[in-house]
């Protein structure tokens, strides 16, 4: 089989970890099953049962992967998140260092307040609603973000915006006082867990939220934070669609902002998307407009990272403009009712 016909990107994680039990050998992958749940095992060795042929190149590749989140993890644990960003930096550089980083981060994540993530949103929310607003948010900045935009909506008018607010605001927490509370939780709910997670909420993961949540809670919440910290709403709007969301709109809201971009703009924005966004621009672009694009992107080069995240968020922004102006519609989770 040719080093073309498998690309590691296209391997799903279980094929990956399928891969590396492979290439530890029969030895160390004995001692590596004895810590893994049954149905880990099962579907571990149905992966392997299932491999063909993948050429050393590949091979070699997702090696390089697990090492490097081997190493991401390390560093993060020992060291926290600037330490680890730091020596992942240098050792992978910037690009591979902060993915390797990033996915660190989310699988620690996850591990904490497991059981929470598996509940019913209408559980947890009777378990929350009488919990201070800090409370509310460092839990629900572990539930799913579907749970948390669901119990947010539900929150009393005057919770919803603190609530949001704590959530963006947050970064790391203690692990006595997610112990402390842990043990409450574990009470309510009679279940055992444990806590190995220092980074939580933030930014990022409020828009996650927000981008789940009805429209007429974001615009409550929205209204409501611009009058007590017009910057944080801001930044968390900007996060809400990314440049690479395009993909989600439809034919007609792709038209009506491709209208309002800059060519040169746009030229410089796709020097950097990825061809999923590319195939779709282009697809919706008139025979004229494409053709300049495609002209003007010929003409570019060493186009600085800065200029083409610059040049997205100027798309971005014609497309959260259109979108308030009720001409485009974004992707809010399946929850917006459509009037046909």
Known sequence: MP????????LTPRQKAAQMVVALGADVASSLYKHLEEDEIELLTYEITRMSAVPPAVADQVIDEFYGLCVAQKVYIEGGVTYAKNVLEKAFGVQQGNALLERVTKTLR?????????????N????????????????????????????IAELPKSFRVEVVERI????????????????????KFESVVSVDLLEIGGINYIAEVMNNI?????????????????????????????????????????????????????????????????????????QRMGDTVKSEMEF????RVRDVEEAQQKVVSVIRRLEE?????????????IIV
């Open 300 to 303: 570019l080069h060493n186009v």
């Open 110 to 122: 996850t591990k904490a307040f497991e059981f929470i993530r598996k509940a019913d949103y209408k």
């Open 325 to 337: 102006e009720g001409e485009i519609v974004t992707s809010k989770g399946g929850k917006d009712e």
């Open 168 to 187: 963006a605001r947050m970064d790391r927490t203690s692990p006595e006082i997610i112990r402390q509370i842990e043990t409450i939780l574990e009470r």
């Open 214 to 286: 009805d429209r007429g809670t974001e615009k409550y919440i929205f209204d409501e934070l611009n009058k007590t910290d017009a910057k944080l709403s801001e930044e968390i709007r900007k996060r809400m669609f990314v440049f690479e969301d395009i993909v989600i709109l439809d034919s007609m809201s792709i038209q009506r902002f491709l209208q309002e971009v800059d060519t040169k703009d746009m030229s410089i924005a796709l020097k950097g998307a990825n061809k999923g966004v590319m195939d779709v621009i282009f697809e919706n672009m008139s």
């Open 3 to 10: 080093d073309t016909a498998i690309d590691i990107n296209n």
């Open 124 to 151: 947890l929310m009777n378990m929350i609603v009488n919990e201070h607003p800090q409370t509310i948010a460092l839990i629900l900045s572990y539930a799913r973000s579907d749970q948390a935009s669901a119990v």
